[in-house]
Structure formats: structure tokens, C-alpha cells
């Protein structure tokens, strides 16, 4: 059985990506399939290139379709991973927000404890979290 996950999160920043990638390598050390923009597709940050743009956002929410689990590993809210939470919620999917700054107003807000009701703050708790979910 294929353990598959989306994982989302800003990567504008090194510090960023760095973050993600610590998340990234915990859930493949355990096991877990995991689809990555980084790992996947160019960036588009400061992009002009429409059709470049258009194709990057069809690829990443065709791939958030597939996976029956989103990662939303956050600081703050930011406005693509906004756009895979929604995606992934419209679609039934079990959405989960990885909160690294957890007291952060952005994630007190009713409009998100509703499309993420589901939050965890350590590696610990994520892990305990995907034990409960049937990829069958």
C-alpha cells in the first residue's frame, strides 16, 4: 500500500524550503510517498510567463487531487498554500496544518480552523496523525 501525501508550504525562502524539507525527509524516512512542487516542478516566483504559471498550478492541484492526505507545513498563512488547502478540501481529502508558529493570529481565524481542522506542532504528533489515515 502506497502512502501518498502532498505535501504544502511556502518555499520563497531558503529558510523556508529548509523547513520543508525536514518535514520532506521525516515522512520519506517513514515511509510515506511524498509529492513536492520543489522536487517537481520549476518555480514561478517573479514569473511573467503566464503559460508556465498556468501550467505549475494545474500540474499542483491535479497532484493534490491524487493524494488522499495535504501537509500544510506553515509559519503564516501564504496565498498558494491557501489555494492546496481549498483544493484538497473541495476534493474530500484529509487536510492537515503542520503549525510551526502555532500562536501566529493567522491560524485563530473560524475560516481556517474549518478547511484545517486538524492541526499538529511536532514531527511527533504528524506521524501519530497519518497513522490514523487509510491510504487503501
Known sequence: MK???FLAGSFQTEEGKEELR???NLLTDNGYNVWWAVNEVE???GSEDKEKIQQVYETEMDEVRKRPVT????????FGTAFEIKEASDNGNSVVG???DPENPDFQ???FKKIVPTTVTSDEELL?????IDFS
Open 128 to 132: 501519530d496523525y497519518l497513522k490514523g
Open 109 to 111: 481565524s473560524g475560516s
Open 43 to 45: 518555480r514561478c516566483y
Open 3 to 5: 502512502k501518498e501525501v
Open 98 to 100: 503542520y503549525l510551526l
Open 22 to 24: 525536514k518535514v520532506y
Open 71 to 78: 501537509i500544510a507545513v506553515m509559519k503564516k498563512a501564504s
